[in-house]
């Protein structure tokens, strides 16, 4: 007897819910819990049980009689939820939808884009070359020969290859070559994009970083021209109550060199920690370009002149929105990129 109950439990929770709509369920509740059902049967057998039967069988008919009850009845409000909805689970509109987060553009990203259309606007045309980079693009091209003593500092990260030497490359200057190789003045490009150099990891160094590079080839470009040019950037990016100054400097491949600054957007040029109490912030490098660059490429010097300047996006990034450390850009900390 115990046996059958079992049985007959399994039997009866197969029926209710397989049971595709009221008629199928009310059939499985006068087969086992009508007036002639299995239940009722197994309960008016009782007195034919011993004595000491009938309290366990009888609990266990009723318990499941209770039971099948409760799934019969839970069974009826699922067939009424499909007929009104069409979908076998209910949906509750009460509980609250799952927020999708979507994100958004790195900060380096945003200023990268924000470069380039200051520059695009003004005619230039946005030019992108391989990371990995000749050792002729990357130095010799340059004007940076192998004997020059500025390619200590950046002659690494060489890569193991059979024929040419290949390397990840330092700046993207090796763009100048490759586009005044594949094409003749009148040219004006801007060339964004990751470098690498073998810089210790600090608050304000990183052994991969992002420049743009930018040069303007013509015959009569004068230093007057590229003045005015950055003039204009600077005052696209930070406002047109900035003020700049060119310092002399040296770069193998432009001459005269430049290194350009604009005074502090922190403290307005009254001298404060970001700008180390000097008023003035360094913000990028530039030049006429070397004529042992034009010999590199084919350009006849007597005939063209140019000029060149690049920058490092993190450092523009870092003094637009006060951010103190390098590093922040690279730790994929929400907490931090959710501000931007």
Not at 177 to 193: D, E, Q, T
Request: with cysteine; charged share 25%.
């Amino acid at each position: 007897m115990f046996r059958d109950i079992a049985d007959i439990e399994k039997e009866a929770i197969e029926e209710i819910q397989k049971a595709q709509d009221a008629s199928d369920l009310e059939k499985a509740r006068i087969k086992f819990l009508g007036r002639r059902g299995i239940i009722t049967d197994i309960m008016s057998r009782l007195p034919e049980l011993a004595p000491e039967q009938r309290p366990l069988v009888g609990k266990q008919a009723n318990d499941l009689k209770v039971k099948l009850i409760t799934l019969i009845s839970e069974r009826q409000r699922q067939l009424k939820d499909i007929a009104q909805t069409g979908t076998k689970e209910k949906i509750d509109l009460s509980l609250p939808g799952i927020k999708e987060e979507l994100g958004h553009k790195h900060p380096l990203i945003s200023t990268i884009e924000q470069i380039c259309d200051i520059f695009k606007g003004i005619g230039f045309k946005v030019v992108e070359g391989p990371e990995i980079e000749t050792e002729y693009n990357n130095f010799t091209g340059l004007n940076i020969p192998i004997e020059h003593p500025s390619r200590d500092v950046f002659d690494t990260f060489y890569l193991k290859t059979q024929g040419q030497k290949l390397l990840l490359r330092s700046h993207t200057s090796p763009v100048q070559i490759r586009a005044m190789s594949k094409y003749k003045p009148p040219l004006a490009v801007i060339v964004p994009g990751k470098v690498y150099r073998p810089d210790a990891v600090d608050a304000s160094h990183s052994f991969m970083f992002h420049q743009v590079e930018g040069f303007l080839v013509d015959s009569d470009v004068k230093f007057s021209h590229l003045k005015g040019v950055l003039t204009y950037f600077c005052q696209e990016m930070f406002g047109k109550d900035i003020k700049m100054r060119f310092r002399p400097h040296f770069f193998p491949f432009t001459e005269p060199s430049a290194e350009v600054d604009i005074s502090c957007i922190i403290c307005k040029g009254k001298g404060c920690s970001v700008c180390g109490r000097k008023g003035w912030l360094e913000i990028l490098g530039s030049g006429m370009i070397h004529p042992n660059v034009f010999k590199h490429v084919g350009y006849d010097s007597k005939k063209y002149t140019g000029f060149a300047f690049g920058m490092g996006v993190e450092r523009i990034t870092m003094l637009k929105y006060g951010i103190n450390d390098i590093r922040l850009f690279f730790d994929n900390d929400l907490r931090f990129l959710r501000q931007f």
